[in-house]
């Protein structure tokens, strides 16, 4: 229903009218169709091999998502970089550094080492 609503369809006052243009506008390349005003793009994605079709759609069920929106959110994830902020950078450089068993060196191994040098 609320999927509905934000596509202006009301069935309470017997109006229906969508905001959507469904007329595609067509390119020799791509499909667009407009939201509010917004024209966004749509792709077609041909001979998708069943396993990796089946592996999309369970990982979109998990998610609770359609399998268009869950192709959207892998190639955001996949193509837009997401800026780390400094405390982001931070979190990851202590939990890389947890995972390395420290070398404890003492000063009278640095002496040792730097003296059997010398010799």
Do not use: W
């Amino acid at each position: 229903m609320a999927l509905l609503m934000f596509l202006g369809i009301t069935f309470a006052s017997k109006k229906i009218y969508p905001l959507v243009d469904m007329q595609p506008l067509c390119n020799q390349n791509e499909t667009t169709f407009t939201l509010r005003g917004i024209t966004m793009p749509t792709i077609t994605i041909k001979n998708i091999p069943e396993e990796l079709y089946e592996a999309l759609k369970s990982t979109a069920e998990n998610h609770h998502r359609s399998i268009n929106s869950e192709v959207i959110i892998r190639l955001e994830q996949a193509l837009l970089p997401r800026l780390k902020t400094p405390k982001d950078k931070l979190t990851n450089i202590q939990r890389l550094r947890a995972q390395i068993s420290p070398n404890v060196i003492s000063a009278d191994d640095i002496d040792d080492i730097i003296n059997n040098g010398r010799a």
